[in-house]
């Protein structure tokens, strides 16, 4: 009978360190490092760290490299809140993070007993252990309170060569794809009786034929000219301008292009500080702006109705005001509304005081008829909403345009984080994004994920290109949601069945100690 290898299991305090230098590794795989090839590194150093572990100890080694990626990766929220949100969102991240790792170590201690074949160790193992890391993000991304849709591995794939594949698979697929790589090249190095040279050869030819998936083709409906303002207004929480200087700012950005023939003209989230549809003096800057461009303006403003607040994106069109708009449908939780205050202030009263109104979600359209053209539309956090873009597309958008206030935190990573996610949705959808914030990082990105334009952070200015206007359907559309309930339904029946292994074992090892 041929003996499989078993990698050494580490000392739990070894097992810990590895962990906490795996979270670090696989956060330099995001933006603003952006050295992709990282991703498929860090998640095996994680996954090496469980072997031989059981699910307590899986449950401690999963938090430590939970806990060191989302401490590291989401560090741009202490820029202007301190660290008790940092610590709270890192800290919940984590648990859930420690929870999926407490099972992968049951899989990879079990799935080879419940699967003894070399086929079924290599078959099923990775893809139950990935199948379960797909499953985590993705409740972790819709709960509680909407979910944190950020730091998925897919994301960290934006710009390598497996970023074609979202088009098939989508975000979680793409996550999918990444994970399982990683746990097979470990369970490759478990497996004794194949030659070196066989292992090294099974893990080559998975790479390549992930590369070798063609990329879809991606049909032009249409073209379209658009200008993109960046007006490098210090719109964050802690900001201290004069009423309208946000609005004034991007006005004079979007003034030196009047003569410049365009369709439309978009503004980012929060570009009009003031509501042009309550205030007489903005909306004769706004309606100014559309006349002199002779185009619609779509800008971002908050506005109030019977009392309650919303993020809002307005489509304004010059001698008829507002004629859509689109209420942000994924406010983010402790930041544009403080959900259970009475509960969570009494652990933070001065935080929690911060934010004084809560913006309410939205139920609106997010697709905007402008003069024909079916543009979607997200207003920051919505792009990282699988949900939202697929609406968008189910609604007949030829474009998506993804507006943003970044000004919060500064020159940190956040900003090309978003940015990340936007290239993904440009390829996953097939539609041109046109990712317009603020301060930036803004850019134009084509169907296939290159750049076409951009501008730098921090400065105003703008984008005036003409993009192609698509209405194709990609398969990760078409699927929809689908590949995510089937690649987390695999993970965790796969994760139950080792979990059965295991108590049927101890069953049988207790009744032969009595015996």
């Known amino acids: 009978m041929t003996r499989r290898r078993e990698l050494v299991r580490l000392p739990l305090w070894a097992a810990v360190l590895l962990a906490a230098g795996a979270g670090v590794v696989l956060d330099a795989a995001f933006p603003d490092r952006n050295w992709w090839m990282l991703a498929p590194v860090g998640v095996a150093l994680m996954l090496i760290a469980l072997l031989g572990r059981g699910p307590w100890t899986g449950l401690v080694v999963g938090l430590v490299a939970g806990l060191s990626f989302w401490a590291v990766h989401i560090s741009w929220l202490t820029l202007y809140l301190g660290p008790v949100p940092w610590l709270a969102l890192a800290g919940l991240e984590a648990i859930f993070f420690g929870v999926g ?72 697929g793409l996550t999918f794809v990444v994970v399982w790589l990683s746990a097979l090249v470990v369970q490759l190095l478990r497996e004794e009786h194949l030659a070196a040279l066989t292992r090294a050869g099974v893990a080559i030819g998975a790479v390549a034929l992930l590369l070798v998936l063609p990329a879809w083709p991606t049909i032009q409906s249409g073209t379209t000219r658009l200008a993109a303002v960046q007006g490098a207004s210090d719109a964050g929480l802690f900001a201290h301008n004069a009423p309208g200087q946000i609005l004034n700012d991007h006005a004079s950005a979007t003034l030196p292009l009047v003569g410049d023939k365009v369709d439309f003209v978009v503004w980012p ?58 209420d942000k449908v ?144 990609t398969p990760a559309m078409a699927a929809g949601r689908g590949i995510e309930w089937l690649l987390s339904g695999l993970g965790l029946a796969g994760a139950a069945l080792c979990v059965w292994g295991a108590v049927a074992a101890g069953a049988v090892k207790r009744k032969a100690s009595r015996g």
């Open 101 to 172: 790792m407490a099972l992968i170590a049951v899989v990879l201690q079990w799935g080879p007993r419940v699967w003894p074949s070399a086929l079924g160790r290599l078959g099923m193992v990775p893809v139950v252990v990935a199948g379960l890391w797909t499953a985590r993000e993705a409740w972790s991304a819709v709960w509680p309170y909407g979910g944190f849709a950020w730091g998925r591995v897919a994301i960290s794939q934006s710009e390598s060569p497996f970023n074609s594949l979202v088009v098939w698979v989508g975000m979680s």
């Open 330 to 473: 994924h406010p983010v939780p402790f930041a544009e509304y403080m959900p259970d205050r009475a509960f969570w202030r009494p652990f933070a009263p001065q935080l929690i005081d911060l934010i004084s109104r809560d913006y309410q979600i939205g139920t609106r359209s997010n697709v905007f008829d402008i003069n024909g053209i079916r543009a979607g539309i997200a207003i920051c956090f919505d792009i990282a909403d699988d949900q939202l873009v697929h609406e968008m597309v189910e609604r007949k958008a030829e474009i998506i345009l993804a507006q943003t206030n970044n000004a919060d935190f500064g020159h940190t990573d956040e900003s090309v984080q978003q940015l990340a996610i936007a290239r993904l949705r440009a390829i996953e959808a097939g539609r041109t994004v046109v990712n317009i914030s603020t301060v930036g990082s803004s850019a134009i990105i084509a169907p296939d994920g290159s750049t076409i334009a951009s501008l730098p952070t921090w400065v105003p200015g703008s984008m005036v290109e003409t993009v192609p206007l698509s209405t194709t359907v």
């Open 269 to 326: 989230e929060n570009a009009s500080d003031i509501d042009p549809t309550r205030s007489a003096e903005a909306a004769k800057i706004v309606n100014y702006i559309s006349t002199a461009m002779d185009a619609p303006l779509i800008t971002g403003t908050i506005t109030e109705r019977d009392g309650l607040f919303y993020n809002t994106s307005l489509l304004w069109k010059a001698g008829q005001g507002a004629v859509q708009w689109y």
